[in-house]
């Protein structure tokens, strides 16, 4: 169960990944666009007009789904901003409540958030909902990723909440402090 709960993780990170790659890549492209635009008109005095239509919406779109792709992967790396200030003052039996106690509020949040925006996306089907751009995008499409981070958040954090209350460390124990020195 281990192996396949710590594949979903990093696929969704990786997914996560591919999402971000595309955001420099779209940019990349229109700021491609830009400049041969802007040497057409500096020759011929006036430009052709390249652009990518609702490039800004896409990126947006991806950005979402990069962002929720990642929250799992980044809470088992011990990617998330922790204060311990509290408690790594507390002894570890205290200090174990404590992760329990904020893990499973963690938990009920990420899982009413999850239950909202996996409703939110069926509604988007159910009216067919669209963006307003120049390319009109049904919305549940940008919505699923962010749906689908959500879940496997939630999943991950009753995955923690079960192995704390078995008496293991959290996985991001000890990592948070040394990311940047990686």
């Known amino acids: 169960m281990r192996v396949v709960l710590d594949f979903i993780y990093r696929a969704a990170g990786g997914l996560a990944a591919l999402f971000i790659v595309a955001i420099v890549a779209l940019v990349f492209a229109q700021v491609c666009l830009n400049l041969a635009d802007k040497i057409a008109a500096a020759v011929s005095g006036s430009g052709i007009g390249l652009t990518i239509p609702s490039y800004a919406d896409f990126t947006g779109f991806f950005l979402a789904a990069s962002t929720f792709l990642a929250l799992a992967y980044a809470l088992r790396a011990g990617g998330h901003i922790r204060v311990t200030l509290l408690t790594n003052r507390l002894p570890d039996r205290g200090r174990a ?33 669209r963006s307003a751009g120049m390319v009109s995008v049904p919305l549940w499409l940008p919505q ?39």
């Open 97 to 129: 409540a404590v992760e329990i106690a904020v893990t499973l509020l963690a938990l009920a949040m990420s899982g009413f958030a999850t239950w909202y925006m996996g409703l939110l996306l069926l509604e988007s089907l159910e009216f067919g909902d």
């Open 144 to 182: 699923a990723p962010v749906a689908l981070g959500l879940a496997i958040l939630t999943l991950a954090l009753a995955d923690e909440l079960v192995c704390m209350l078995r008496g293991a460390l959290p996985s991001w124990e000890g990592k948070g402090e040394n990311l940047l020195s990686e």
